[in-house]
C-alpha cells in the first residue's frame, strides 16, 4: 500500500462536493513563460548565466525561494542568494505578467462550479503577495478566497495540511466537502493530510507519472476540466 492509500483507506470523502480548492500555477494558471523571463531578468542583475524554459520549469511548484536556489548557480554565498529573491519579489510586484494565462476551460469550469452553489479557493505555496497580484488579474473576481506563501496567516507550506483546513473552514465547509485540485504530488499530500477528496492534474509543471512514482496518487488524474465539474452537484 502507498502512502497515499495508508492515509485514505479509513475513510475516502465521496463526490458530490460542494467546496473546490485549488493550486495556482501549473493547475489555474499557466505561468511559465512569465517565471522564466523575470527569473532570467534578475539573474543578469547579478550577472548570473539565463535558464531555459525546461530548466526554470524543473524548479518550480515550491514557491518562489526553491525557484531562486535553484536558480543562481551552484557554490552561491547564501547572503547573494537572498538578495537575488528578494529582488525577485520586488521585481515582481511591478512585472507585467503579460505571458501568463489561464489554462483552456479554467474560467468557463469556475463560472460553472459558481453557477452549482459551490464555493471556491486557492491554495499555493507560492509568495501571498505574487497570488493576489496574479489571481487579481488573471481570475479577478473568479475565486472567494486565495492564500498564498508568508500571508498575514502565516501558514505553513504545503503538503501541511494547516493552510488547506483554514481555507475550508474560512469558505464554511469541511475537508469532508471539498476537492484539493493540483498539479504536483505535494498537492495531494496536502489534500491527503488535511482529509480532503484529492484530484491531480495533466496539463500542469509536472510529469502525470510523478504521482505514481512518488506514492502520492490521486483519487482522479483529470485530463479535462469537465472530469472536475463531474464532481459537483448536477446542474
Known amino acids: 500500500m502507498d502512502k497515499a492509500s495508508e492515509l485514505t483507506a ?52 515550491n514557491g518562489a525561494q526553491a525557484l531562486i536556489y535553484q536558480a543562481v548557480p551552484e557554490g552561491t554565498p547564501q547572503e547573494v542568494a537572498d538578495a537575488c529573491l528578494a529582488r525577485w519579489k520586488e521585481a515582481y510586484d511591478t512585472f507585467p505578467n503579460d505571458l501568463t494565462k489561464p489554462y ?46 508568508g500571508g498575514p496567516e502565516r501558514f505553513p507550506r504545503k503538503p501541511a495540511p494547516e493552510g488547506l483546513l483554514a481555507t475550508i473552514e474560512e469558505l464554511g465547509s469541511t475537508p469532508a466537502r471539498t476537492v484539493y485540485i493540483g498539479d504536483s504530488p505535494g498537492d495531494i499530500h496536502a489534500a491527503r493530510n488535511a482529509g480532503t477528496y484529492a484530484v491531480g492534474v495533466s496539463w500542469g509543471y509536472h510529469d502525470p507519472a510523478d504521482f505514481a512514482t512518488s506514492g502520492w496518487n490521486p483519487d482522479v488524474l483529470a485530463t479535462s476540466t469537465e472530469q472536475i465539474l463531474a464532481l459537483a452537484p448536477e446542474a
Open 104 to 149: 483552456p476551460g479554467i474560467e468557463t469550469m469556475l463560472a460553472e462550479l459558481r453557477r452549482r452553489g459551490c464555493k471556491l479557493g486557492i491554495l499555493s505555496n507560492k509568495f501571498d503577495g505574487g497570488v493576489q497580484f496574479i489571481v487579481k488579474k488573471c481570475l479577478d473576481g473568479q475565486v472567494d478566497v486565495a492564500h498564498g506563501e
Open 10 to 61: 479509513a475513510a475516502t470523502p465521496e463526490p458530490p462536493f460542494d467546496t473546490f480548492i485549488f493550486d495556482l500555477d501549473g493547475t489555474l494558471l499557466d505561468t511559465l513563460d512569465d517565471l522564466m523571463v523575470l527569473t532570467n531578468e534578475v539573474l543578469a542583475e547579478f550577472d548570473m548565466p539565463p535558464h531555459t524554459r525546461e530548466e526554470i520549469n524543473s524548479y518550480v511548484g
